[in-house]
């Protein structure tokens, strides 16, 4: 998931002359030494490639740490009340991966755009890809929060959501290393729903408010006024 992740927006950066460190076949050079040399780390631990098998059955946990999964357990609690065999995890859990799907190819496109900045916004546009993957994929362990976090540290845009998220993630580990989020399906994924819900319409009324038309006029700058003297 990294790899596909991460890969289209270093393909940005490999197309583009990047500014005091040569051409771009030299930029792809470095991309693909710089993956030969991951792949050579992980061979030659010992540990091999088993974690690719693994992460087939990680659909396989229903927690509501994940928001889609959230989402899709709360559906199923209310469904349930009229109907006993209702699940509504899976039609959720897809509809969040067609979303996703949709993000990261905007977020690419966005990125693509922008051939005068074209390293700082393939990070900026690598962190939020990340961030989105986290927050719609199927399944959620605290530490996927780091990814996201790592690449954004490194840009000047805000992190403050989030850093919150890898702070609260870190309190679903319980001390022997046991996932809370097993242990309170319920009211953990009515709560979560909500959540999000309250984050979507604060988000909303935000950009309401933004595009209002007396804010976008105060927002325009003033052409500025010559020095009386």
Excluded: E, N
């Excluded at 059955?57 to 959230?70: E, I, N």
């Excluded at 540290?153 to 097993?182: E, I, K, S, W, Y």
């Excluded at 979507?200 to 209002?212: H, Q, T, Y």
């Amino acid at each position: 998931m990294t790899a596909v992740v991460i890969l289209p927006f270093a393909a940005l950066v490999a197309f583009h002359r990047v500014a005091g460190r040569g051409s771009a076949v030299g930029a792809a050079a470095r991309v693909v030494a710089g993956s030969a040399v991951a792949a050579a780390l992980t061979v030659g631990s010992g540990l091999g490639v088993g974690w690719i098998a693994g992460m087939v059955h990680t659909g396989d946990l229903v927690q509501f740490s994940s928001p889609p999964t959230a989402i899709g357990m709360t559906l199923t609690y209310i469904g349930r009340a009229v109907r006993p065999g209702f699940d509504a995890v899976p039609a959720v859990r897809l509809l969040a991966l067609v979303a996703l799907a949709v993000i990261l190819v905007g977020l690419w496109l966005r990125c693509a755009r922008r051939a005068d900045d074209a390293v700082p916004a393939a990070l900026h546009g690598a962190g939020l890809a990340f961030a989105a993957t986290v927050a719609l994929a199927p399944s959620f362990h605290p530490w996927y929060v780091l990814a996201p976090l790592v690449l954004l540290a490194a840009t000047t845009h805000r992190t403050g959501l989030v850093m919150a998220a890898a702070t609260g993630a870190a309190f679903l580990v319980l001390p022997d290393g046991g996932g809370l989020a097993r242990f309170a399906k319920f009211p953990g994924a009515p709560l979560m729903t909500i959540l999000i819900a309250l984050m979507v319409v604060r988000r909303w009324r935000r950009r309401a408010a933004g595009s209002s038309p007396r804010q976008a006029a105060q927002a325009t700058p003033t052409a500025p006024q010559p020095l009386v003297r």
